[in-house]
């Protein structure tokens, strides 16, 4: 039977929560000994590996068929990767048998928890009736007609992925504007397709021409003439983003769209500063460029219509994916009528066998309509900022040359002795001995976070006071340690 969204009306974009801004140490602080750092995680190391010899004999055996042991290179890590054998609620559990509070959640996808009863009833239901057909069912327009509800755009399309997602919106940007560029934020991640593994993460670089940054393949096998068709600008830059404009429309080459997050991530959290965003949608009008919000961490995890409704912004396209099917691969993108005319007409073509499948509309559906309600989003908040207002006192105790930033489920402690505002302030900023041994710390006390420099902490629902209490006892400690 179709099922009315009404109950959900109240979740679209109204009043959202404010962001939690803290700002870097404005007092002395402690310069940690690097040696100090160094001898810790040695020693974490060595725990580490002796606590998980699971993982080892499972990563022999696996690196003889599965390429370096895993199935996507963000997985791997020396001298082995960390093998999960399940989860539930707020907890996972590895080979070896050792349970750890996860605040890592799939990169993000699992703000729900893990094996959320109602989303496993959901799934469970739907594949005894067929998991697969490659025709509509009833629970893709449904959960479009949600998505509408929460993001203020009328018209959903699914996809299989965050890759994809940006993927086949860049290629609607294209088809409505006619043009072919692609611009991007500096430093920031969109998926594995060859248009956005441009400019990331480059230690390479080191130039200081914020106007003008080479377009340089995050790797092989990306056709420098794809490559060069990318051109980055810097984050909260909105001065930048104008003259580079100005420019490239008197070169007669504007891009088709800006892609770009509300607030960037893979860099742990970096919130635009007042008024960017506002600017951004201005310049983008004003050139004729599509502006595509990547809302693939974002959506669902920082507010019920993500950073759209957080920032109060107004984007042409909208890309979706991670924590929108609760563990079930699945992405959406959203935009205006005149966003999909060419869709519609069949001009700019975009299909997907596995599109819209019934075991992630499934997901989908119960995850919007029973699990991610407000009630949910009022818990997150009050988790984060426990463990951000805690994070912020711990490191004001001993003095340390951080600070707590996040919004909703999402939040770092960023090791920075000045503000963060770009990649480029980030990657001269962070000291990655530190945040590695942040990670085998957290490892060793029963904390499954993101390995690297680059990710942020993800919430679930699931997640009690008492376990933001264990998250913030550690970093104490941790703390405690580097400074005494």
């Not at 004003?286 to 912004?313: N, P, R, Y």
Request: proline fraction near 5%; charged fraction near 20%; charge should be negative.
């Amino acid at each position: 039977m179709n099922m009315a969204i009404e109950p959900l009306r109240h979740l679209a974009p109204t009043s959202a929560p404010a962001p939690h801004r803290a700002e870097p140490p404005v007092g002395p602080t402690i310069q940690i000994d690097p040696a100090r750092i160094r001898d810790l995680t040695a020693r974490e190391s060595v725990r580490l590996d002796a606590r998980t010899q699971a993982s080892a004999t499972a990563y022999e055996r696996a690196k003889r068929s599965l390429v370096g042991g895993v199935s996507s290179s963000y997985q791997k890590r020396a001298p082995w990767p960390i093998y999960l054998d399940r989860g539930q609620g707020q907890y996972v559990w590895d080979v070896d048998g050792h349970q750890y509070l996860d605040v890592h959640n799939g990169i993000g996808s699992m703000v729900q928890g893990h094996a959320h009863p109602l989303i496993t009833e959901a799934v469970d239901r739907r594949i005894r009736l067929g998991s697969h057909f490659a025709a509509p069912t009833e629970d893709t327009y449904i959960v479009s007609e949600h998505l509408a509800a929460r993001w203020g755009l009328p018209r959903w399309r699914f996809v299989n992925s965050g890759s994809e997602a940006t993927m086949d919106a860049i290629r609607i940007a294209r088809g409505v504007t006619g043009r072919d560029g692609v611009m991007k934020i500096f430093g920031s991640y969109h998926g594995h397709h060859d248009y956005v593994m441009v400019d990331i993460g480059l230690s390479v670089y080191e130039g200081t021409d914020r106007e003008h940054y080479p377009s340089i393949a995050y790797g092989k096998g990306i056709p420098d003439s794809v490559t060069q068709m990318t051109i980055a600008v810097p984050f909260n830059d909105a001065g930048v983003l104008e003259r580079r404009l100005v420019e490239l429309q008197g070169e007669g080459r504007l891009p088709a769209c800006l892609i770009m997050e509300a607030a960037m991530m893979n860099c742990g959290v970096i919130l635009p500063e007042p008024g960017y965003l506002a600017e951004v949608r201005r310049i983008t009008k004003k050139f004729g460029v599509v502006w595509i919000v990547d809302e693939v961490k974002t959506g669902l995890t920082v507010a019920a219509g993500g950073a759209t409704e957080l920032f109060g912004i107004k984007p042409d396209l909208v890309c979706l994916a991670k924590a929108l099917g609760a563990g079930i691969p699945t992405g959406a993108i959203g935009g205006s009528d005149e966003m999909w005319s060419m869709v519609d007409s069949g001009e700019v073509y975009m299909v997907g066998t596995f599109n819209g499948n019934p075991l992630a509309m499934a997901a989908a559906r119960a995850n919007l309509e029973r699990v991610m309600t407000p009630e949910a989003y009022a818990h997150l908040g009050r988790l984060n900022d426990q463990l951000l207002d805690g994070a912020q006192g711990i490191i004001d105790r001993y003095k340390l040359a951080a600070y707590a930033v996040g919004i909703e489920s999402k939040g770092v402690i960023t090791f920075a002795q000045s503000k963060v505002v770009d990649y480029d302030s980030y990657k001269t900023a962070q000291q990655k001995e530190l945040i590695d041994l942040v990670w085998l710390w957290n490892m060793n006390r029963g904390i499954f976070s993101t390995p690297g420099r680059d990710e942020e902490w993800t919430l679930s629902i699931t997640m009690t006071p008492a376990d933001a209490d264990h998250y913030l006892g550690v970093f104490e400690e941790l703390a405690a340690e580097l400074t005494r």
